[in-house]
């Protein structure tokens, strides 16, 4: 492969909230994003094609042969060697579903995943990867994420030295990168790896039950008790009681409180002694909204709590019900339950809604980002822009004032 390019897939929407913001690929589950994966497999740059409205931040790099790759897939070795072997107007199929597709110069700024029917196919022999079709793949697949990570970064590699205060079981599955913090916590990788990152910090009192991941410059906050698999991701601060969730990046939960069988998107932030739910009273399986069939979809679970999109945030004492989705920018704050499914950019709670308009939330927006350094800027903008305008549909209220 010469030049991988990454395609949103038709999972796309059913990955919405989290993809109204990013790329099917830039989705985070174990250790890496799924761009990240293919990076690092390959030792080769990637490129998207995705929706036009985030191709200016997430642009597409065509060469003279180019491989296009199903974002929502994991790579294995046996899979790009599939890959590789495919020759110029060749796609690999799984079932229906594109898998890959090799198209020179010339055709490839035409391809589109609904129009390669006269293309030659080949059936996917590789059976054994992680493909991330829906929200709750996220987490309900983030053990294997993990670990599979976990062997791609630290094969042939030394952890950092591991401080004497700590509490240590089964140490070959631990790996601490230069710069981290770790002192007088418990981390029992017995039952998954372990793995600190790059200046990342957990204070004391920390109790971690592994496959457990904390990106670089995150840091987990004094006795925090997090059960895998648990993905806390780059310069996300995360404290009380977590259970399988995975934090993208630059989100915070820095409180007591309980998480759990949950996604959190970017700049997220979750108020003090807020909780989900993650089991119904009655143990029935978990209905999720999805936003292609714009209704509550069976999910085959019965552990399933929180999906919080971008630019989240929520009050302090807020309780979510089982199963819910929150939209990207959403401010939610108020006692009782809130909907199971709250739009993008509401505002408010159990006792009802207004819009989040978006001159307030831009505000918002960029003093949160100020606080980490990150500029928002205008391509941010005008993402937040297009997913304001294009889920106004679901805010009901708006439609009620008019």
Not at 81 to 110: C, F, H, R, V, W
Not at 248 to 263: I, L, T
Request: aromatic letters at 12%; a negative charge; one cysteine or more.
């Amino acid at each position: 492969m010469r030049n991988i390019i990454l395609f949103d897939g038709k999972s796309r929407s059913h990955l919405l909230p989290f993809t109204f913001t990013r790329p099917v690929s830039e989705i985070r589950v174990g250790i890496l994003t799924i761009s990240e994966k293919w990076r690092k497999h390959t030792s080769l740059p990637v490129s998207y094609q995705t929706q036009d409205y985030l191709s200016i931040k997430y642009p597409i790099h065509i060469d003279d042969e180019n491989t296009f790759i199903n974002g929502s897939i994991c790579p294995t070795y046996e899979l790009i060697n599939e890959i590789t072997a495919l020759n110029i107007g060749e796609s690999l199929m799984k079932g229906e579903t594109l898998i890959a597709i090799k198209l020179n110069k010339e055709d490839a700024p035409q391809f589109n995943i609904d129009t390669i029917a006269t293309l030659h196919h080949k059936q996917l022999q590789a059976d054994n990867f992680l493909e991330i079709n829906f929200c709750y793949d996220i987490f309900s697949k983030n053990d294997l994420a993990i670990r599979e990570d976990f062997t791609l970064l630290t094969q042939g590699r030394k952890s950092a030295p591991i401080s004497s205060t700590n509490g240590i079981t089964n140490e070959e599955q631990i790996f601490i990168e230069e710069g981290a913090t770790v002192e007088f916590s418990i981390l029992n990788a017995s039952t998954g790896p372990i793995y600190i990152g790059k200046d990342a910090e957990i204070m004391e009192g920390c109790k971690i039950r592994g496959p457990f991941a904390l990106g670089e410059h995150a840091g987990l906050k004094m006795d925090a008790k997090i059960y895998g698999a648990t993905t806390v991701g780059p310069h996300c601060k995360v404290g009380g009681e977590v259970n399988n969730v995975v934090f993208f990046g630059y989100s915070n939960k820095g409180h007591d409180g309980f998480m759990g069988n949950a996604v959190v998107g970017e700049w997220v932030n979750v108020g003090a002694d807020s909780n989900n739910s993650n089991l119904k009273n009655t143990y029935d399986e978990v209905k999720l909204w999805d936003y292609t069939t714009e209704r509550f979809e069976k999910t085959g679970l019965t552990f399933c709590g929180v999906m919080l999109a971008d630019h989240a945030k929520c009050g302090i004492n807020t309780m979510f019900n089982t199963g819910t989705v929150v939209g990207v920018g959403a401010n939610i704050f108020g006692a009782g339950f809130p909907r199971n499914f709250i739009p993008s950019f509401s505002w408010g709670g159990a006792q009802g809604f207004e819009t989040f308009v978006l001159n307030k939330f831009y505000k918002t927006a960029e003093a949160m980002c100020s606080r980490r350094k990150v500029a928002f800027d205008d391509v941010e903008k005008a993402i937040l822009k297009h997913v304001y305008d294009n889920t106004a549909k679901y805010r009901f209220w708006e439609k009620k004032a008019e």
